[in-house]
């Protein structure tokens, strides 16, 4: 039985130009402390990291503390679970995402990658691996990572949710939308 529907915080929802106070850079191939806020100006691109007392704020209007996020692209499906007995952070909720992703393919995950898009993953692994932060030869020695499986549509573009009170789905794209100064 799913719960009530909540109205998320607009950091987490995808982006609108009437409704969200600013964009939120958000690429789910790097750690959470690189999340900024981006606006165009005529000085160019206006990057803000985003704070801790942005982060630390609720995810919801309710207290909420388990939600699902499904993700499904190709024959990859993953389920993503965010639970905080004190009520989930927007943090809480962007920790998660990244750490779904961060996670090295399975023999059963690496067995559902068709044999022609091998190499447009590889390509994916080692563009990732170049842009880490640290040591490239680390995360080489790692293998492939579910976030390689998204070639290149790493970019978080907000949750929806298609059933009132259900499941919420993430929402990824390779490209950055344009917003007017």
Request: glycine fraction near 6%; proline fraction near 7%.
């Amino acid at each position: 039985m799913k719960g009530p529907a909540l109205n998320l915080h607009w950091k987490l929802l995808p982006y609108h130009p009437n409704r969200s106070k600013r964009f939120v850079h958000f690429d789910v191939a790097f750690p959470t402390h690189d999340i900024e806020f981006r606006q165009n100006s005529s000085y160019g691109v206006q990057r803000t990291s985003l704070s801790d007392a942005d982060l630390d704020k609720s995810a919801a209007d309710e207290k909420l503390v388990k939600m699902t996020i499904n993700f499904q692209r190709g024959p990859f499906e993953w389920d993503i679970d965010v639970k905080r007995d004190k009520g989930i952070r927007i943090r809480d909720v962007f920790e998660a995402i990244y750490a779904a992703f961060n996670v090295p393919l399975t023999p059963h995950e690496k067995g559902l990658i068709p044999h022609h898009r091998r190499a447009a993953y590889e390509e994916a692994f080692r563009l990732r691996c170049k842009l880490a932060p640290g040591l490239p030869i680390v995360e080489q020695r790692q293998g492939w990572k579910r976030v390689d499986m998204l070639l290149h549509e790493t970019l978080f573009r907000g949750l929806t949710q298609p059933k009132s009170g259900g499941d919420w789905v993430l929402n990824l794209s390779g490209s950055v939308p344009v917003s007017q100064p």
